[in-house]
């Protein structure tokens, strides 16, 4: 890519299409701070707070010689709508757990708890597997390979349709006796059982706004799915108000509101595939036909291997939850609302790897797909450093208003031990979320290029050989206690960011993805 002064830009006037060496999202010559969406007839210029704060930190490490400006501004166009989407969606959760606790109580918060890691099921299978789309769609993308990208997103359905209907079944047929694995209180197991019961129906549909979201980033355009997820987000919230305070449907009100929503964000992305553009909004850069070829056994192998190690990465800690949740239990009810609570305030805190994350992918897809390995171990160095300061920015703030923030999911009823303990948990979660930088970003190119596999051994090592054991201990040696969650946090997130750091540094991704590549053009020197 050339510097920022050679980079062209997209006119007012000009046609919705995409821009001649451009990302996503062009910037003006001298103003990288003004964003114009390149894929809309209607050019969308503003300054976004959100991509205005991430510009801030980069071009902050620009200066000091950290990072290279262009790959800045094209980092921070592609990360910041996937940030901005999952600020929405991690802030609904947040909201769900807040509605509910004040409209029923801690033990809603927990039946919710403890119905999320069944829920959880449906994001480790689709997000697994839309790791194999993204790498085919943005390899496909660098190398002008549009037949490939079709079939991706063809297979990619096919595959998370197959494993998520089943599972929803399952959950709808049988939620007590699942809730009731993991929750000894009857009245908890029950409200999560209410839960989980209507949830089920939204299990497919989640699956599937993973692999349309990762089609689109893979294609250079966060912009669409932040439109799409975001607002899906925004409408969950309307309506879990309508049915937990107007309806008065408590748990099975939020549960209804999050199915009703993916819906939404199904149809929407199906509507864009189909079209090839957004009602009202103008042309998008990926167009499937929908009469191709669904059962191609090359692509579906493709997305398998590179998709399977991704599912048990994310199933890695799904599955913990559950014997995860049993040891909070042991603490009692107050810790485990707030062990649910700061979840919700880590989750957000975390957001900055939805876009960083993905944008390593994509962007170190792309120049793998365009056979220039230099350039996309580039990407890669300088995204880990952008990441890194960015969560140390979130964790600070986190950290300073850390009680305000966590009264705001209580009711005035709670428990008196429900907010000194969620405090002294956010702050472990702020020294974990630095570590969370690290293993997000890293594992990037590793997605990208198809080398999957350690990073589902490192999740396995952190959650199994330091998160459970540490957690466990804390719940049975008195001495230890709390602060057995406190190491738990950061056991989780420190050991896998260790191996997958070390993975990427050793550079064998590089030669794995020749593996996956449409065509191996010449790299530009």
């Not at 709808?172 to 699942?178: D, G």
């Not at 299990?203 to 669409?224: E, K, Q």
């Not at 909070?328 to 805190?349: D, Q």
């Not at 989780?492 to 593996?515: C, D, H, M, T």
Request: contains cysteine; charged residues 15%.
């Amino acid at each position: 890519m050339g510097p920022a002064s050679e980079r062209t830009h997209c006119e007012p006037a000009c046609e919705p299409e995409p821009c001649e060496d451009g990302p996503n999202q062009a910037f003006r010559e001298g103003n990288p701070y003004t964003f114009e969406s390149k894929y809309y007839p209607v050019v969308v210029r503003y300054q976004n707070p959100v991509r205005l704060l991430l510009l801030a930190v980069g071009m902050l490490l620009a200066r000091l010689g950290l990072v290279r400006r262009e790959h800045v501004v094209r980092t921070t166009d592609l990360s910041w709508p996937r940030i901005v989407t999952g600020l929405a969606r991690m802030s609904k959760n947040a909201v769900d757990v807040a509605m509910v606790g004040i409209a029923v109580g801690e033990v809603a918060i927990a039946g919710v708890g403890f119905a999320g890691p069944f829920w959880g099921i449906a994001f480790s299978l689709g997000g697994g597997f839309a790791a194999g789309t993204i790498a085919l769609v943005s390899q496909g993308f660098g190398a002008d390979a549009h037949d490939q990208i079709g079939q991706a997103v063809r297979s990619s359905a096919v595959i998370v349709l197959a494993l998520t209907v089943p599972v929803a079944a399952l959950f709808a047929s049988f939620p007590l006796e699942l809730v009731s694995l993991i929750a000894a209180e009857t009245a908890t197991a029950q409200a999560g059982a209410d839960y989980l019961r209507v949830v089920a129906f939204g299990v497919p549909f989640a699956g599937l706004n993973l692999v349309g979201s990762r089609i689109y980033i893979g294609a250079d355009d966060a912009w669409t799915p932040m439109l799409v997820r975001g607002g899906g987000a925004i409408a969950n919230i309307a309506a879990n108000a309508v049915f937990i305070f107007v309806l008065d449907l408590g748990v099975a009100g939020a549960a209804l509101g999050t199915v009703l929503a993916n819906v939404l964000v199904t149809a929407s992305f199906v509507l864009a595939l189909l079209t090839g553009r957004i009602p009202g909004l103008g042309e998008l850069p990926v167009k499937v036909d929908p009469f191709g070829t669904y059962l191609d056994r090359e692509t579906i192998t493709d997305v398998f291997e590179i998709g399977l190690p991704v599912v048990g990465r994310n199933s890695v800690w799904t599955v913990a939850k559950f014997p995860m949740f049993a040891i909070v239990a042991l603490f009692g009810p107050s810790v485990v609302a707030a062990y649910v609570i700061v979840r919700r305030i880590m989750g957000l805190m975390n957001t900055p790897g939805w876009g960083f994350a993905l944008a390593a992918s994509s962007l170190v897809g792309q120049e793998l797909g365009e056979g220039d390995e230099a350039d996309a171990e580039a990407y890669a160095n300088d995204i880990l450093v952008f990441s890194l300061a960015t969560y140390a920015l979130f964790a600070v703030v986190v950290a300073a208003f850390a009680q305000p923030i966590v009264e705001l999911f209580v009711g005035a009823d709670a428990d008196p031990n429900t907010v000194p303990t969620a405090v002294g948990l956010t702050y472990a979660a702020c020294v974990a979320v630095l570590a969370q930088s690290v293993k997000g970003t890293a594992a990037g190119p590793l997605d990208a290029s198809g080398d999957t596999n350690v990073t589902f051994y490192s999740q396995v090592i952190g959650m199994v050989g330091f998160a459970i054991p540490l957690a466990y201990v804390g719940a049975v040696v008195p001495a230890v206690g709390i602060v057995g969650l406190y190491l738990s946090f950061l056991g989780e997130a420190l050991v896998p960011a260790i191996i997958n750091f070390w993975r990427y540094r050793s550079g064998k991704w590089k030669a794995i993805s020749q593996e996956y590549r449409p065509e191996s053009p010449v790299a530009d020197d």
